[in-house]
């Protein structure tokens, strides 16, 4: 598939069957059963894995243009784990099943191992679980394809109300198995669940910012349009800021994970894409509420579907402190005069 | 997206860009180990070196896009944006030069007479010719539109009478690019009857009076025009057309790495200072911002690729100066909270003295070029808010 025919296909799919009904309906536990199937039909949730293994086979910058829709629209259900799932399980040339997919572990602390071919420890905080028919795992240096149903589950919420559940993987036996290609660790799965939630966050600000102009726009108080006070100007230009950072950020991320880069240019341009995209969701969220006043603050206005994503997604594969620290630790092992060859990605190791 | 309202292209470097790249790292390299400059905050503000001019013109580091007939080296922006992003991190002192390589030779280039651009830009290209910015007035602030300084048609040229104010370097510029009105204001059409002309600072009738700034420094000054007679051929582009002019001037000035670069020495030499295993804290920090100038970057090159083609894009570049400048002055309050240090011009270690430049030239930053409160006017019009 090629770039274009992607994009579209994946907007106008979340167009048309990601109304903000079926948001709020998937909060309360009903699968938005249309929405995946067009998603899955078109080849969208396996679009990181290639056409013999049963994927779609796009390029990798495509899926993270897919997955800046799905943040923009706040597609209630596993598309960016199925992708990441997809990648994951194409790294060790294992066929993808059809269906929702997760991975795990994704907690730092979550220790899981396999002996004699069978699972032990649990992954916690899981994304969708719940919903997901299979998980892609790493763990002992595999890569295994485990049944969801296998695993006992205890729930959990992110604060946007999506499944992030516990799953414990004592004495199960992964369907599929292959061992990890040189470099593919718990860390690189880390670097590129965060690269995927930078995604997610530069598509739900620029909906954010969308969202607020047109509010700003169509609510008048004093006889005219909030948008024409200054004031309010001034945030949504703040906010617009924050959201192409958001984007210039992610995309280099994005780039990063295309290109199979993972030393120190790679890791930098996605440490700082976590960390920038992070800070602009929480300033690009304050700002929309503010914007939206009350009415943004009810569970019935929409305004949460992004708000509330983007407070879980720049805590998830780690916070903007993680990620600070570990680019401010690789920039003061090069030394101050390697400091801009390094902000530049051109820099010599 | 963002990219529908605020297109950011990717740019990629090729072998020529990179080879570029490190020549002028080699330069400044050199340049540091020979004594050949200290490095500073708002270098490109604030120091004023002709001898380092010239030692970028004979290396073809300034007008680099222009055509070789006036000196120029044919290069694309992004060239430019490589030689500049490279001394404005260094903090090397760019700002004899700055205006003229920056805008009044594009300006010139675009608008101006054969005769001008012949006489002229080849002089700028060597490092040699310098440029003041005549556009602010006593009384015309923000509201640029509302200059008036008055040009006079009289046989075989004007006369100028008037005052600009803050033109930075007058003192020390060969010529001033000054908006002036030429018709009489008129409230319904503010833009009208406004034009541009090339001043010849040195002609009879001119008056520049210094100011200094918080740091002390003769930056800018006040430019008094007493019935000074201004040739016919130095009017630039067409008489009554200066406001386009001008705001098409404006994009060029506010998308560059000068934006967000103005007190990255400070970064550095906080990186210096903190060693190679910094504490948790500090490497947040250093991370954070390292994080902030990244996608900053990434923003302002986009622009770049948009001017070289051919593209004017005044919204994304107000959009990027807003976000760069501000960030100018938080990279300054961020290292300040790690450091026990005491920011001083004459302090023996670096840190201090570039922390001096920061704190004393930040709060011009989001003031010179538009303010951000008239940057986000900008971009809040684009937004559909006004
Ligand atoms: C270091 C430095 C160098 C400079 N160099 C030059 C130069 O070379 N040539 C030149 O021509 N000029 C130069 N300037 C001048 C610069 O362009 C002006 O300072 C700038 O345009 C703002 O004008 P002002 O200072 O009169 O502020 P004002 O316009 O008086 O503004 C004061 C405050 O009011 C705010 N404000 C004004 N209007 C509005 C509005 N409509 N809505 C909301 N807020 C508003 C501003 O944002 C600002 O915060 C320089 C300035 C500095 C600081």
């Not at chain 1, 993987?169 to 990890?180: E, H, K």
């Not at chain 2, 001043?199 to 003769?218: F, T």
Request: glycine share 12%.
């Amino acid at each position: 598939m090629s770039d274009r025919i992607v994009l579209d296909t994946a907007e106008r799919i979340l167009a048309d069957l990601c109304p903000p009904e079926a948001v709020n309906d998937a909060e309360t536990g009903v699968w938005p059963a249309a929405l995946w199937e067009a998603l899955e039909e078109s080849g969208l949730t396996l679009a990181w894995v290639r056409e013999e293994l049963g994927g779609g086979g796009a390029e990798t910058g495509d899926g993270f243009g897919i997955l800046k829709a799905a943040g923009a629209w706040a597609v209630p259900a596993p598309l960016a784990e199925t992708l990441l799932a997809g990648w994951l399980l194409e790294q060790g040339g294992l066929a993808a099943p059809g269906g929702p997919m997760t991975v795990a572990p994704v907690g730092p602390a979550d220790a899981v191992a396999l002996e004699d071919g069978v699972l032990s420890g649990t992954a916690r905080q899981v994304p969708f679980a719940r919903q997901a028919g299979h998980v892609a795992l790493l763990a002992a240096g595999r890569i295994l394809l485990v049944e969801r149903e296998a695993c006992a589950l205890a729930p959990g919420t992110s604060l946007a109300g999506e499944a992030r559940d516990d799953i414990a993987l004592d004495g199960v036996r992964p369907l599929r198995s292959a061992p990890a290609p040189e470099g593919l660790d718990r860390d690189r799965l880390t670097l590129v669940g965060a690269a995927v939630r930078a995604a997610q966050m530069a598509g739900a600000l620029s909906r954010l910012l969308d969202q607020s102009v047109q509010y700003a726009q169509e609510r008048e108080q004093f006889g005219r349009p909030i948008g024409r006070f200054q004031a309010v100007q001034h945030a949504l230009a703040e906010l617009a800021g924050e959201a192409a950072a958001a984007e210039a950020a992610a995309d280099a991320a994005g780039e990063a994970v295309a290109a199979g880069d993972f030393g120190p240019a790679g890791v930098a341009a996605i440490a700082a894409a976590k960390a920038r995209a992070g800070e602009a969701a929480s300033k690009g969220a304050a700002i929309a509420h503010q914007v939206h006043g009350a009415m943004g603050f009810t569970y019935e206005h929409s305004l949460h579907h992004r708000t509330r994503r983007l407070w879980c997604w720049r805590d998830e594969f780690g916070n903007e402190r993680v990620w600070s620290v570990r680019l401010g630790r690789l920039i003061a092992a090069e030394g101050a005069d390697a400091l801009w060859p390094f902000v530049t990605g051109s820099h010599a190791a | 997206m963002t990219g529908d309202r605020f297109r950011f292209p990717k740019v990629e470097f090729g072998p020529e860009e990179r080879a570029l790249r490190e020549e002028v790292r080699d330069f400044i390299r050199e340049e540091r180990a020979s004594g050949g400059f200290t490095p500073m905050a708002d270098s490109w503000g604030s120091g004023w070196s002709p001898e380092w001019s010239r030692k970028m013109g004979a290396r073809g580091w300034l007008g680099m896009m222009w055509p070789k007939q006036y000196g120029g080296g044919e290069k694309p922006a992004l060239h430019r944006y490589i030689v500049t992003e490279e001394m404005v991190s260094a903090g090397a002192p760019c700002a004899a030069h700055w205006v003229a390589d920056r805008q009044s030779g594009p300006l010139l280039l675009r608008y101006g007479a054969e005769e001008q651009r012949r006489s002229i830009l080849p002089r700028i290209a060597a490092g040699e010719c310098y440029f003041a910015i005549g556009m602010s007035e006593p009384d015309s602030g923000s509201d640029l539109a509302s200059v008036r300084t008055t040009a006079t048609k009289v046989d075989g040229g004007w006369t100028i009478n008037g005052r600009k104010i803050w033109s930075s370097g007058a003192h020390r510029s060969h010529y001033m690019i000054a908006l002036v009105r030429t018709s009489p204001r008129d409230m319904k059409a503010r833009h009208a009857g406004l034009t541009q002309f090339l001043i010849d600072l040195k002609a009879p009738g001119i008056e520049i009076r210094g100011i200094r700034n918080i740091a002390g420094e003769r930056h800018f000054n006040e430019t008094v025009f007493d019935d000074a007679f201004v040739p016919d051929d130095m009017v630039i582009g067409e008489a009554g057309d200066g406001w386009r002019q001008v705001t098409s001037e404006l994009a060029i000035e506010r998308s560059g790495p000068e934006r967000f670069l103005s007190t990255f020495p400070v970064l550095t030499e906080l990186v210096r200072e903190l060693g190679p295993e910094p504490g948790e804290r500090d490497a947040e920090t250093v991370g954070a911002l390292a994080a902030r100038t990244m996608a900053l970057r990434r923003m302002s090159l986009g622009i770049s690729r948009l001017l070289d083609e051919g593209e004017a894009p005044e919204v994304a570049a107000a959009l990027v100066k807003d976000l760069g400048t501000c960030f100018e002055g938080e990279l300054v309050r961020e290292a300040r909270n790690l450091l026990p240090a005491t920011a001083a011009s004459q302090s023996p270690d670096l840190y201090g003295k570039v922390l001096a430049d920061g704190v004393l030239h930040v709060p011009s930053s989001t003031i010179r070029g538009g303010t951000n409160e008239v940057l986000k006017g900008i971009v809040a019009r684009e937004l559909g808010l006004r």
